[in-house]
């Protein structure tokens, strides 16, 4: 093939690369919020979901939330609190609280039990599982854990995860 017609190829491949990227539909991502997104706006942070959400529901009327997930998802945060999240939760949202959770369980002692509530108080969290609850600053939430291995995947050192060391009744 002789330079010229290697070098008009050349422009047009160019051209051709052009007109797909410009006229490939915009990321889903700018055009409708994601799950995590969601979150924030009703003042909660991202990390309260692991990674991973594929879509949600939100019916901002009533409040309805759904998260989603590509499966459930289990992990500890830093060996004291083993977590499972089922492929889909799903409750009440408003500003600064989650009601009527499902889907959602922490392992205390020996047995599972579901976490029906979340509740931002200034710079904490309060974790409700209905008979008792526990807190925990919002900056333990900046970062989204992932699924199998929380926080501390990789190997590399986090912070450990601090709370209220009290556990009240309601």
């Known amino acids: 093939m002789s ?3 290697t070098q008009t190829l050349i422009s047009l491949l160019g051209i051709l690369c052009l007109i797909l990227i410009n006229s490939t539909p915009a990321n889903s991502s700018t055009d ?3 799950a995590y997104e969601i979150l924030q706006a009703y003042n909660f942070p991202v990390g309260l979901l692991p990674k991973g959400a594929t879509g949600y529901d939100l019916d901002s009327t009533t409040g ?3 998260a989603y997930f590509n499966g459930s998802c289990s992990f500890s945060l830093e060996g004291s609190y083993q977590l499972k999240y089922k492929s889909s939760i799903k409750g009440n949202i408003s500003k ?8 959602v369980s922490v392992k205390l002692f020996f047995m599972w039990v579901d976490i029906i509530e979340v509740r931002r108080s200034g710079d904490d969290l309060d974790f409700s599982v209905g008979i008792a609850s ?4 919002i900056d333990n939430f900046d970062e989204c854990p992932q699924c199998g291995c929380g926080l501390n995947c990789n190997n590399r050192q986090v912070n450990k995860l601090r ?4 556990v009240s009744s309601h």
Request: net charge positive; aromatic share 12%.
């Open 32 to 34: 409708s919020p994601t």
């Open 163 to 166: 709370s209220n060391p009290f």
């Open 3 to 5: 330079s010229t017609k």
């Open 96 to 103: 600064g609280k989650l009601s009527s959770l499902e889907g």
């Open 134 to 137: 526990a807190g925990f600053p």
């Open 64 to 66: 309805k939330f759904a």
